[in-house]
């Protein structure tokens, strides 16, 4: 090995056992891989103990794992070995960085970038129950690498902490309320914010023993959300790909859906309601299926004659109904506005506890609801077996 590169892999390994380092970048990468671009290493605390997370940067998706300190520095040589001209090695000492060139390397020290070590775990912002150091938030790039919210990323670090402040007070006054061990499902997850801030609630401020599933169609965000959970030592949290509709969810104690479209807003209801889920939280996402049907009253005809108040009416009924139909499975629900309708347009939440029996005479208001509007077919009320018959 080039003797400058031998040089940088030790002062890589000397920071580690000085307690000096801050954190190391390669990058102009001419390997073989068309897609990777960099790699970014830092130090974190596990329950495995000191570990260093690899943060492998492509040019569409992220991979996050992490190796313990010995195989952190035999990865390092192997990757400058292997196509990175670049390396640089940030440390409360000094900055050194290696470009390596066809012939040789070169070596530069400069003074240090960091002065001080970065937080590993930070104080958290008021009304907060989730830290912005978490590792998982720098991974998914809502905090940068000291622990700090993006100035983009403050709208999303609001839905997150309002969304763990929500799902926290249905625990405390649903069955779970003293669960030692709780399971969910997140349904159509995405990029899974929502669902590591949930299990890093459950596991790390409750102390409970967590199982939580993300399940989302696109394969891309589930390895990339899989990798950073495994990076974080997350052993109760994992992501796999599938659609709503034909996801096997189990009996799980919550079932999440956040702005899943139309139906899909229906199917994930449907599943929480037949693994009989203490809580289930959903954000429902357009509202087509009633709106095609939609055939207003008699006394409201000049009123909803406005497209605008007909799309308006449509979403009020279609969410309506679906509290009302959960309320007929012994569901006690809630609808209210998740976040400021400043921070996302599609800002609703239905909140649903197990704790009553169920209702005949509300699914029988949810079916008069229905012929009333015209409504002959929707979802939620045909899984559940309650549709409207037309009117005669």
């Known amino acids: 090995m080039n003797e400058r590169i031998t040089e940088f892999t030790e002062a ?7 307690g000096t380092f801050v954190k190391l970048t390669l990058g102009n ?8 671009q ?13 570990r260093m997370l690899f943060q492998y940067r492509f040019d ?16 390092l040589e192997k990757y400058l070995g292997s196509g990175f001209r670049n390396a640089h090695l940030f440390t409360t000492e000094a900055d050194l960085q290696l470009d390596i060139g066809k012939r040789n390397a070169r070596l530069n020290k400069g003074k240090p970038t960091f002065r001080t070590l970065p937080q590993r775990r930070h104080d958290r912002e008021k009304d907060h129950l989730i830290d912005p150091g978490s590792e998982y938030l720098r991974a998914l790039g809502i905090s940068t690498e000291d622990g700090k919210i993006r100035s983009d990323q403050r709208d999303k670090w609001k839905q997150i902490n309002k969304f763990v402040e929500v799902v926290d007070g249905l625990i405390e006054r649903s069955g779970l309320k003293g669960k030692s061990e709780i399971s969910a499902v997140d349904m159509g997850c995405g990029k899974g914010y929502l669902t590591f801030a949930l299990y890093d609630h459950l596991v790390n401020n409750r102390g409970i023993v967590a199982s939580i599933t993300g399940i989302d169609r696109r394969a891309d965000l589930m390895e990339t959300c899989d990798g950073v959970a495994k990076a974080c030592d997350f052993e109760g949290l994992a992501f796999r790909v599938g659609d709503i509709a034909g996801a096997e969810i189990g009996r799980p104690d919550i079932v999440i859906a956040l702005h899943a479209c139309d139906t899909a807003t229906d199917d994930a209801l449907a599943k929480g309601v037949a693994a009989e889920a203490s809580i289930i939280v959903a ?6 299926q009633v709106r095609k049907q939609l055939r207003p009253p008699d006394e409201l005809a000049d009123i909803l ?4 108040l007909l799309e308006r009416t449509a979403e009020t009924l279609t969410d309506g109904l679906r509290s009302m139909l959960l309320e007929s499975r012994g569901y006690a629900t809630k609808l209210f506005e998740f976040v400021a309708t400043e921070h996302t347009p599609k800002n609703n939440m239905l909140v649903a506890v197990k704790e009553r029996e169920p209702s005949p005479h509300m699914a029988e208001a949810a079916r008069d609801l229905m012929r009333r509007y015209g409504i ?13 018959q037309p009117s005669i």
């Open 60 to 75: 569409m998706r992220d991979v996050v794992k992490n190796y313990d300190l010995t195989a952190a520095r035999e990865r």
């Open 12 to 18: 890589f390994a000397e920071a580690l056992e000085a």
């Open 29 to 36: 990468y001419k390997g073989t891989d068309e897609h990777l």
């Open 305 to 308: 004659k406005h497209p605008v």
């Open 376 to 388: 002959e077919q929707q979802s939620l009320a045909a899984a559940l077996g309650t549709e409207s």
């Open 38 to 50: 960099k790699i970014f290493l830092r130090r974190i605390t596990t329950r495995k103990g000191e």
């Open 283 to 288: 954000a429902p996402c357009c509202h087509q």
